[in-house]
């Protein structure tokens, strides 16, 4: 996993350097506007795939401990996390346009959005606004969004399998941070285990706009 780690984090970080901004500030992110789209599922699906995955409120209570660890690390986080898509050229496809070209500006306002994306899920408050973004999120990988919010010129759809098996890097990568803390060992297995369930539930309701109706 160290490994890992140290490749992921030389490859990508020149591309998109991070500029922090305030919720208000940062670009395309619309958690909780009226302007944003209805999910197509239900708090009630939402339950019901939480107890699927096992979730439970204690995952709620370790991913909201999790906040303080991985906050003050977050550009650290990111770093690590496009250091992966930068080293993997089929993943940073779709960050390019179609001579192959990374698009420095869209992976810049994606980064932002990104770091909020840590926030949002520590913070595990699943209330409607969350279940509507979390559809906003999976139309913006899809061809039916992709590219519109920050008008780039990548590749417009993300194949629906990456959308799922990023669970895995995302938060295999995020141990040593959890780890840089004084919680102990099964404390921080505990919020890993609540950061893969919470990643893999939002990840499988990203996936709603590559289903046909009725079939989600």
């Known amino acids: 996993m160290r490994k890992l780690i ?86 940073l496809a779709y960050f390019s346009d179609a001579k192959g070209k990374p698009d420095s500006r869209y992976l810049g306002r994606v980064r932002q959005r990104f770091i909020q994306w840590i926030y949002d899920t520590a913070d595990a408050n699943y209330d409607q606004n969350w279940l509507n973004y979390q559809y906003e999120i999976g139309v913006r990988h899809h061809r039916k969004g992709k590219n519109k919010t920050d008008n780039a010129r990548a590749i417009k759809h993300i194949h629906g399998r990456y959308v799922v098996a990023l669970t895995y ?41 590559y289903f046909k109706k009725g079939d989600f």
């Open 169 to 209: 890097p995302v938060t295999a990568t995020l141990r040593p941070f959890l780890e840089n803390s004084d919680y102990s060992a099964k404390e921080i297995d505990a919020m890993q285990q609540a950061w893969i369930k919470s990643v893999l539930i939002q990840s499988i309701l990203w996936t709603e706009p």
């Open 6 to 91: 140290r490749v992921v984090c030389c490859c990508f970080i020149v591309l998109s350097p991070f500029v922090s901004a305030g919720k208000d500030a940062i670009p395309g992110y619309t958690y909780g506007k009226k302007s944003i789209m209805t999910a197509p599922y239900t708090l009630d699906d939402l339950e019901k795939l939480k107890a699927t995955v096992l979730f439970t409120e204690d995952d709620a209570k370790w991913l909201r401990k999790s906040r303080k660890v991985l906050e003050p690390q977050a550009e650290k986080i990111l770093d690590t996390w496009y250091g992966f898509v930068g080293s993997t050229p089929h993943l």
